[in-house]
Nanobody, 125 residues
């Protein structure tokens, strides 16, 4: 079992920055692929970013976030981060942290085994 808790969400003006954190407990953190998803009001949950569970640190991003968002991890703290820069109103959503034992299909929700409860990000004009 892996328990995930997100933090760092809040209200920010367009063009500003936020750093989300996801603290993990239970299993060995470094063994998991980590991902971020988001869900806007009345819309489907969508992929944001992922980091593979290997030392090479391969990352994946959705087209709408690439160049603005950065995913990283600190194994010593059992924490994964999502640095968000140049935020836009369309980034407004609940952001979810997720963990997967596998390496494939990192953009698909069904690939992930554990989920946090989410943290709200609101970007104003």
């Amino acid at each position: 079992q892996v328990h995930l808790v997100e933090s760092g969400g809040g209200l920010v003006q367009a063009g500003g920055s936020l750093r989300l954190s996801c603290a993990a407990s239970g299993r060995t953190f470094s063994s998991y692929t980590m991902g971020w998803f988001r869900q806007a009001q009345g819309k489907e949950r969508e992929f944001v970013a992922a980091l593979l569970n290997w030392s090479g640190g391969s990352t994946y991003y959705a087209d709408s976030e690439k160049g603005r968002f950065t995913i990283s991890r600190d194994n010593a703290k059992n924490t994964v981060y999502l640095q968000m820069n140049s935020l836009k109103p369309e980034d407004t959503a609940v952001y979810y942290c997720a963990a997967a034992e596998g390496l494939f299909g990192v953009r698909s929700m069904s690939s992930y085994d554990y989920w946090g409860q989410g943290t709200q990000v609101t970007v104003s004009s």
